[in-house]
């Protein structure tokens, strides 16, 4: 099977089915892998690739080129939505990705419901769909990731967030309406990025985590909308990969009740215990983004291989890169994985 493209490795480990290794991948979004070295390597930088189709597609390719991960992800930040849905935006540096600069809501009670028609066609949205287009059409072998910022996280970036995360407890009502609008709106993005060549739609949301929302919350907002997002991408017939921050002892017991084809995780979390306790989970993930930024080549080579012998179905690093990781320590994991041709079974 050492004949198996990048997507169809991928699409096989996501239905249960034989490869003979694990994926290694990094979705883009919050786990973005466009770092200094490959920006400067490559002559694609940041934050010019944020704004132009071509920049951004050039930009892709060569984190996939330079790194070894096999896909193509999209885009390289989590600001997309919430420039669209009305906060400012602080673009960045070449060594600094872009950030919230002011949220445009101080309260779930003021937002302010936009035709998702209009916003279809606002900010970089267009931009993330017409890069995927080109990356579909360039390398149909591989796996174009779209990544979208998830329900909770976005709602946070339009809304102050410290009062959001009080209103979901106190304004229950205002805070369910505000996420199922933005939630609305990421379907309708999921849905252009998939008209647009997208294989595979990644969801990073890390404010939707057991430690900040606790088990009760999680479920109430996180599960409930997640879920809404997920289901609509699979009416599309395209697989989404989740990605959950943190520790998540206090919500592991809602594993169970996320639709996502596979759950990727942080550095904290045991994901070959996870794996036993859930066999049927793909496991996705884990490798230390410290270990990568500050690691030595063998020590990132041990850590990769740990991650093979217990299993994990896809290897990714455990969450966003620093810009300053090292590309050495990047290629010593992609490098590890696909040397290993372990011929696992994931059935």
Do not use: W
């Amino acid at each position: 099977m050492n004949d198996l493209s990048p997507k169809e490795r991928l699409y096989r480990v996501l239905q249960h089915k034989k490869v003979d290794r694990p994926p290694v991948i990094c979705t883009g979004g919050m786990m973005n892998a466009a770092i200094v070295d490959v920006m400067e390597q490559s002559g694609s930088t940041l934050p010019a690739a944020h704004h132009e189709k071509g920049l951004m597609a050039d930009l892709s390719e060569a984190v996939c080129q330079k790194t070894g991960f096999e896909d193509l992800g999209l885009p390289f930040c989590m600001t997309v939505e919430a420039e669209i849905l009305g906060s400012e935006i602080n673009f960045g540096s070449l060594t600094c990705e872009p950030k919230i600069a002011k949220e445009v809501f101080p309260s779930v009670s003021q937002v302010e419901y936009r035709d998702l028609s209009v916003l279809k066609e606002s900010g970089r949205l267009n931009t993330v769909a017409e890069a995927c287009s080109v990356l579909a059409g360039n390398h149909p072998d591989i796996p174009v990731i779209g990544s979208l910022t998830g329900p909770i996280s976005t709602t946070a970036s339009i809304v102050d967030p410290i009062t959001f995360l009080k209103e979901l407890r106190k304004d229950r009502e205002n805070a369910h309406r505000a996420i199922e609008y933005v939630s609305d709106f990421l379907i309708m993005y999921a849905e252009k990025l998939v008209e647009s060549g997208a294989s595979f739609i990644a969801i990073g949301d890390p404010t939707a985590t057991g430690e900040i929302l606790g088990p009760k919350m999680f479920e109430e907002y996180a599960v409930l909308y997640l879920n809404r997002i997920i289901d609509e991408v699979h009416r599309m017939r395209v697989p989404v990969i989740l990605h959950i921050c943190g520790d998540m002892k206090a919500v592991k017991h809602l594993v169970p009740k996320l639709h996502s084809d596979t759950l990727s995780t942080d550095a904290l979390v045991n994901l070959k215990l996870l794996k036993e306790e859930f066999p049927n989970l793909v496991t996705m993930g884990n490798l230390s983004t410290y270990l990568l930024q500050f690691g030595t080549v063998d020590k990132v080579a041990d850590q990769a291989a740990k991650l093979l012998a217990d299993g994990i179905d896809i290897i990714s690093p455990a969450c966003g890169l620093s810009t300053s990781s090292a590309l050495s320590n990047i290629q010593a994991l992609t490098n590890t994985v696909k040397e290993s041709g372990n011929g696992s079974s994931y059935l």
